[in-house]
């Protein structure tokens, strides 16, 4: 494909990601929130871990195979070079924690210690 159109950009899902040592296991959108922890901030505090009602990992990962597509494309296009592009459920995921985790680390209190 390469030769065919040297500036296309391929694009890569996984669960995991393509390196460390879950790169061979299969996921899906259950198991990337309970791996990712985002489980653990939904429901009360006194619940257990608790599943988002919406399939989360798959709807985030659409957006960020969107944003990393479109960047890639445009570096393609200014190179002239193929580009590619990983995007991993679990990780996509965890980058969504990062408000709460900023508020743990500026406060010392988890999210479920506030309600």
């Known amino acids: 494909m390469k030769a065919l159109r040297p500036n296309l950009v391929v694009c ?3 669960g995991f990601g393509a390196i460390g040592p879950y790169r061979d296991r299969p996921a899906f959108d259950f198991i990337a929130q309970a791996m990712s922890g985002f489980m653990s901030v939904n ?4 619940d257990p871990p608790l599943r988002s009602g919406c399939r989360s990992a798959i709807s985030w990962r659409g957006s960020m195979r969107r944003w990393a597509i479109t960047r890639r494309w445009r570096r393609a296009q200014a190179s002239g070079e193929g580009q590619s592009v990983e995007v991993s459920l679990t990780n996509g995921l965890i980058s969504l924690l990062a408000y709460i985790a900023t508020n743990y680390f500026a406060t010392g ?3 479920r210690a506030r309600e």
Do not use: K, L, T, Y
């Not at 429901?43 to 006194?46: E, F, L």
């Open 109 to 111: 209190m988890s999210r």
């Open 43 to 46: 429901g009360r505090a006194d």
């Open 12 to 14: 890569s899902i996984n």
